[in-house]
């Protein structure tokens, strides 16, 4: 009866989902909660078999927790960010999600967390979206942003991993993260006080504990009028690492310069894409260090993530002195280039020889 009463109350959120979606108007969407999927996905694993359940749908709402859940107070929590796109061919598509699988092994590993199988993943994110078609926006309108959601549940007091985990995906229709549009030039200050990660550190992992630590700059950096933070390297104080939410890219005539990964940035999947992306249009892409002073005298700047897509840099702040680097407020050449090539590729507007584009 309980399984009934669930599928009932799927079926009541599916039909509230289409008759709200029809009327849901798609230019008012920023980054946010304003328009959340009705239905989320589900799935646990025992550590004591370490097996993972087959997963289901349900309707978007609490996760049952103890306060002893190893999450909640050891952080055993990793995330992906993913979106799916109305596509030019009419269909529903996501974008390598079997690169967000792998992404979350490595941080589940790296937390001693256990994993789900990359098919169990894709099957969860597909599942998700196939349920809430609804709330993919129209093309060009934006995207159906997905949060699978790795979290050790079980309870526990002695520190130690989860005795079980949950997986969860959710997920809510999304426009531009930034304030004022998709290619509207940011504002960077490059934060001189605090680092976001260190050699040997969790930087590369996309944990839900690196994202907190950078609210107290990004928050008084948003106060004097800047649209987020860059950060440098632990060890010298020199290099680029990345920006709060996303990864960071130098131009200089046709060569670009993105740094390494070392373990203390985050592997990107927009990334990782954009690299190959600009090499297969003749741009010499290196993963570097890049001096904080290179990146002030380069010719553009643009960030990259799944939730920022290609954000161009209007100007960079570093200890007073300001680089402006597009006088007319408009978006560097390459950094508009690039945006237009992936989200071409995305939305199945252009063709994509990578295989990266998976329909739902
Ligand atoms: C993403 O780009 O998908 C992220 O997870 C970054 C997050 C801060 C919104």
Not at 41 to 60: H, I, N, R, V
Not at 177 to 197: A, N
Request: charged share 20%.
């Amino acid at each position: 009866t309980q399984r009934r009463q669930q599928q009932r109350l799927l079926a009541r959120a599916e039909q509230a989902t289409a008759e709200r979606a029809t009327e849901f108007d798609w230019d008012s969407l920023g980054f946010g909660l304003t328009h959340v999927g009705s239905t989320m996905w589900m799935a646990t694993c025992s550590a004591e078999d370490g097996q993972w359940s087959k997963g289901e749908l349900q309707p978007y709402g609490p996760l049952p927790m103890f306060p002893s859940a190893q999450a909640l107070n050891y952080g055993q929590a990793v995330f992906e960010g993913m979106k799916a796109q109305r596509s030019a061919k009419d269909r529903i598509v996501l974008f390598r999600p079997d690169a967000n699988a792998g992404r979350m092994a490595e941080g589940a590993a790296r937390l001693s967390m256990i994993p789900p199988p990359p098919e169990l993943f894709v099957e969860a994110v597909t599942q998700t979206v196939a349920a809430n078609a609804d709330f993919v926006p129209p093309q060009g309108k934006g995207s159906l942003y997905l949060r699978p959601l790795l979290v050790g549940s079980g309870p526990i007091l002695g520190l130690g991993p989860a005795p079980s985990y949950t997986l969860v995906v959710y997920c809510a229709s999304v426009g531009s993260y930034f304030k004022g549009g998709q290619l509207t030039p940011i504002d960077l200050l490059v934060e001189t006080r605090f680092h976001r990660s260190a050699p040997g550190g969790m930087g590369g992992t996309k944990c839900a504990g690196n994202y907190s630590p950078v609210l107290v700059t990004q928050l008084a950096a948003k106060k004097e009028g800047y649209s987020d933070v860059v950060y440098l390297d632990a060890k010298t104080d020199t290099y680029l690492e990345e920006v709060s939410s996303c990864n960071i890219f130098a131009v200089k005539g046709k060569t670009i310069r993105t740094p390494p990964l070392q373990g203390t940035i985050l592997p990107g999947v927009t990334r990782r894409s954009i690299i190959e992306l600009a090499r297969s249009r003749g741009y010499t892409v290196e993963e570097v260090p890049v001096p904080v002073e290179e990146a002030m005298q380069a010719d553009e700047l643009f960030t990259t993530g799944t939730a920022v897509v290609v954000s161009p840099v209007g100007s960079l702040t570093y200890k007073g002195g300001r680089r402006q680097y597009a006088e007319d407020g408009q978006p560097g050449s390459v950094a508009l280039e690039l945006y237009d090539q992936l989200t071409g590729l995305q939305q199945e507007r252009y063709p994509d020889p990578f295989g990266w584009v998976v329909p739902v």
